[in-house]
């Protein structure tokens, strides 16, 4: 009786303790959080300053129609965030189950590594833009273009504008400010586009060496392959052991052989010397060129 409870109970303990998020997971989901609470803060800001430069320009209609055009944008960009935010909230669970983030334990003392973390966190930002509106990828495409013409584009022109007249020097200043903000946001994206783009003329040299050098291999093998008669097999036609040196199967009557030119020993099947051919322009017994 007392024994049948302890197991009771016990069961009771394992399927609480079942299904548990990994520490780090929940780490990365409130990395992710206040990355999205940053964006959002950011984003109100925008608008904020926005209202502001509407009341002190309002002279300069042209600037303002850009600012309006920015304040939009940054209220789109609040949007997508709290949707992203929304999304989290109703699917941590599954999310977790994704990223194989579930464990049956607790576990007490995981390290938090800060590159691992990064990883996790991109790879919940990623699933999140995926499963909301704006990952289908008619929409991603739709929305970087958007973020392009609105992050850079109108932040230009408004530059541009207020750059032309000398009163207008504070808002240069702080447009320029927010551009830097915006471009720094994806630095890291930047950087690789402008390597890949210096690195573009090596990359093609090295393309065409490689294709070339794959095409001569290529034909090499064909030409091999068209040296390399078979006969059909009779007893009397081949020295040595009756069987192939590939695969040491016996040969069968009528089945193709090839014998190689480094020695009347060194015969295969056909199919087996082809194969090899493949992956090696080698006898496989002496290694002597075929
Ligand atoms: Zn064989
Ligand atoms: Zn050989």
């Not at 909230?89 to 691992?116: C, F, G, H, W």
């Not at 704006?134 to 970087?144: A, Q, S, V």
């Not at 009557?253 to 009347?264: A, G, P, T």
Request: proline share 2%.
């Amino acid at each position: 009786m007392n024994n049948d409870y302890r197991e009771v109970n016990q069961n009771e303990q394992e399927e609480q303790q079942i299904y548990l998020e990994t520490p780090i997971y929940k780490e990365a989901v409130n990395h992710f959080r206040t990355t999205q609470y940053y964006f959002i803060s950011f984003n109100s800001l925008k608008i904020g300053c926005g209202f502001a430069l509407l009341y002190m320009n309002h002279e300069q209609t042209y600037l303002n129609y850009w600012i309006l055009a920015i304040m939009f944008h940054a209220f789109i960009m609040i949007i997508i965030h709290k949707n992203h935010l929304k999304y989290l909230t109703m699917n941590k669970r599954v999310l977790a189950y994704k990223l194989d983030q579930i464990v049956a334990a607790p576990i007490v003392d995981q390290v938090i590594e800060s590159r691992k973390l990064n990883i996790l966190s991109r790879q919940i930002k990623l699933e999140i833009v995926k499963m909301t509106i704006f990952g289908k990828w008619c929409c991603r495409i739709i929305t970087i273009i958007y973020q392009f013409i609105f992050g850079y584009g109108v932040y230009l022109f408004c530059i541009y504008y207020s750059m032309k007249s000398a009163e207008l020097m504070n808002q240069y200043y702080f447009l320029c400010a927010i551009l830097i903000i915006s471009l720094y946001q994806y630095i890291d994206l930047y950087l690789i586009l402008v390597f890949a783009i210096l690195g573009s003329p090596f990359l093609l040299i090295f393309g065409c060496y490689y294709c070339a050098n794959l095409f001569g291999k290529e034909q090499q093998r064909n030409e091999i392959r068209t040296r390399l008669q078979g006969i059909k097999y009779k007893p009397n036609l081949i020295e040595g052991e009756q069987e192939c040196c590939i695969c040491r199967c016996p040969y069968e009557l009528n089945e193709e052989v090839v014998v190689l030119k480094c020695s009347k020993l060194h015969h295969y099947h056909e199919t087996c010397i082809m194969s090899w051919v493949n992956i090696n322009n080698t006898c496989p017994f002496c290694r002597k060129s075929i």
